[in-house]
C-alpha cells in the first residue's frame, strides 16, 4: 500500500555507520526497541520527491502497542486514518469515504515501519542493520519482498525519527514529539469500525 510508504518515513542523506557486524546492530536495535509496550506521540511527516523537492507535509497523532497493534491519524484538509488491531489493517480515506482493508502481515512484509511493532516477526529476517550512535539503517536483502530502507533515530532512549526510502527515490521523513511511552491505551485506540456508507475495498485474500 503506497500509504505504508508515505504515512511512515524518509529524508537525507544516509549517515556512514559503524563497523558493528549486522546481526549485532539488528540484536541491539532489537533490545532497545523491547523495553517499549506502548508509544504515543505528535507527528510531521514530509514527503520529499528523487529531485529534493517537499511534496507533502502532514501532521497528526500516532500510538504503538506490542506486540502489533498501531493507531495512525492526520489532520484536515489532509486527514487520514490507519489502524492495525493485530490481524487485519484499515485504511480509512475520508475525503473518498474509502476503507482498504488488509491482512495485518501481508503489509508487514510490505513496509519496514511496523517492525518497530513487533521483534518476533519473520520480517526481521529480510534486513540487515547498521548502527551508528542513535542511528540505525536498515536495509533490505537480496531475498527481501520489499525493497524499501528504513532509518530509525533515537534521542537518549526515546524514538525521535524514522525516515523511509522507498527504493525509487522517494523520501519519507516522521519526526515525533511529545513522546510518551509504557502508558496506559485504551482499548478502543486499535478498533476501527467501517463508517456507515463508506466504500470498503478488501484486499485479504479470503475475503473476510
Known sequence: MKFLTSAVVASTLLLGFASVSASEAKFELQQ??????????????????????????????????????FFWQSDAPNELVLVADGTTLYYFDPFVEQVTVAEQQASATQSPFLLLLDGETTAWADYEVEVEGNSYQLEPNAEAESQQSLQINFTDETLNEVILDDGQGQLTRIVLSNVKTNSALAGATFEFEIPPGAAVDDQRGDNE
Open 32 to 69: 532497545r526497541l523491547a523495553p517499549v509496550s506502548t508509544l504515543q506521540a505528535d507527528f510531521v511527516q514530509q514527503v520529499i520527491d528523487p529531485q529534493g523537492e517537499l511534496v507533502q507535509e502532514l501532521q497528526g497523532r500516532l500510538a504503538m502497542a506490542r506486540p502489533n497493534k
